[in-house]
């Protein structure tokens, strides 16, 4: 009996030696996907009561990860979400709509509230918010409000609000 089970033993060592295995492509598997996002925008723009704000002339390294478009029940308003990696694999996302501004910065914050202190971008003062686990810069516009929050930090999330350019469609 031990004799056999060192036969085996042999034999799965020799088939786990020859046969190729490549942990990198299992590591490829595992990691996040970038969407294309080209429709979504023009879609979004399309049906939004506002202009959606999305990026133009990010540096190499930003990837888009997930986007959508949400319309609210009657139709008549929406919200706009893009999620991002920044360059250094950290998550930053451009959210957007034009419900009432404190219940959605809530929300897409994950419960961050507001600090001391206002960032500036493209002549327009952004509030930042501070949470547990994302940080957030919100433009209150009328008609609408633009949250760009994640686990970026503020120079990145700042990158990435100077980038939007908001279009109607």
């Known amino acids: 009996m031990v004799l056999s089970l060192a036969v085996i033993g042999v034999l799965v060592g020799a088939i786990y030696f020859f046969i190729p295995h490549d942990d990198s492509a299992s590591a490829e598997k595992s990691a996040v996907k970038t969407a294309d996002t080209r429709v979504a925008i023009i879609t979004a ?3 939004a009561p506002y202009p959606v704000a999305a990026p133009e002339g990010l540096p190499k390294g930003w990837r ?5 478009y949400k319309a609210t029940s ?7 979400h893009l999620g991002m990696l920044d360059p250094e694999q950290e998550y930053a ?3 957007q709509s ?3 501004a404190k219940q959605f910065v809530q929300d897409v914050t994950l419960g961050a509230q507001k600090v001391d202190g206002q960032q500036a971008i493209g002549g327009k003062k952004w509030d930042r918010y501070k949470g547990d686990t994302y940080r957030a810069l919100v433009l209150q516009e009328p008609g609408v409000t633009t949250v760009v929050t994640g686990t970026a930090p503020y120079g ?6 100077g980038a939007l ?3 109607k469609g």
């Open 45 to 47: 723009r399309r049906a």
């Open 64 to 68: 888009p990860t997930s986007v959508s």
């Open 74 to 80: 009657d139709g008549k308003g929406g919200a706009w």
């Open 93 to 95: 996302a451009v959210e």
């Open 98 to 100: 034009d419900a009432p």
């Open 156 to 161: 990145r999330l700042a990158e990435l609000a």
């Open 165 to 167: 350019v908001a279009k």
